[in-house]
């Protein structure tokens, strides 16, 4: 149990376009969900926290603007990344989280590996 | 300020027994996970301690202290795929998690 898909994998895109990322459970309600960004050799980032209806909580110096996030139903979230540039160029990696069980552990995503040319 | 200390890197041999600790001063706690993460994929869920003492699953085990804001990863009879990044995270007192930078671990034959 506990799956959490991301989709699309892996996405090359143009600078200066837009791409989505999902993000899914697919076998649990997850209360809230999380997207971190992680570049090569380094820990994850954690960029924006979303609860299930409500606006998303970013962290300091990640533009809500430009890192768009929808979190619809309590198993779809979505990451939109507005006029990407190469340095946009990452690992995108979405967890979500159900309180059940008491612990918060979070499910993460397979990652969505993000090429900005 | 919240902070999670963890070894960047650290080298064994296969068929040896590891030990990777975590420190941390956060904000309130509410449990520490440790997860594994290969290169280029998403982090996977190892162990989560809430109470002092150790958690034993298979060939790893997890330690915890509160007092001492101390934590281990202990990894036995490693193999050569257990080649891998190791984090350390703590749920602070707002149940958000707080992330180690990581620990490399390199399998020597």
């Known amino acids: 149990g506990a799956v959490v898909s991301q989709h699309p994998s892996w996405v090359i895109c143009k600078s200066g376009t837009s791409v989505k990322i999902e993000c899914r459970s697919l076998d649990f309600q997850a209360t809230t969900m999380f997207w971190y960004r992680q570049f090569p050799k380094q820990s994850l980032m954690l960029m924006a926290t979303?609860?299930?209806?409500?606006?998303?909580?970013?962290e300091q110096g990640v533009e809500k603007d430009k890192f768009l996030i929808n979190h619809a139903s309590l198993t779809l979230s979505t990451l939109t990344v507005t006029s990407a540039h190469p340095e946009d160029s990452s690992f995108y990696i979405c967890?979500?989280?159900?309180?059940?069980?008491?612990?918060?552990?979070?499910?993460f995503g397979p990652g969505t590996r993000l090429t900005v040319t | 300020g919240q902070n999670i200390d963890q070894p960047t890197e650290m080298t064994a041999t296969e068929g040896a027994i590891v030990q990777i600790n975590c420190t941390y001063q956060t904000s309130g706690f509410n449990g520490l996970f440790w997860y594994q993460q290969h290169a280029g994929e998403a982090p996977t869920f190892l162990s989560y301690?809430?109470l002092d003492g150790l958690e034993e699953k298979g060939r790893f085990s997890s330690f915890l202290s509160r007092s001492k804001g101390y934590s281990y990863l202990l990894l036995k009879e490693l193999q050569m795929k257990d080649s891998a990044s190791y984090l350390c995270a703590v749920t602070d007192s707002n149940y958000q998690l707080i992330w180690g930078a990581g620990t490399k671990l390199i399998i020597k034959p």
């Open positions: 967890s979500a989280r159900t309180l059940a069980g008491g612990n918060y552990e979070q499910y």
């Open positions: 979303s609860n299930e209806g409500s606006k998303a909580t970013y």
């Open positions: 301690n809430v």
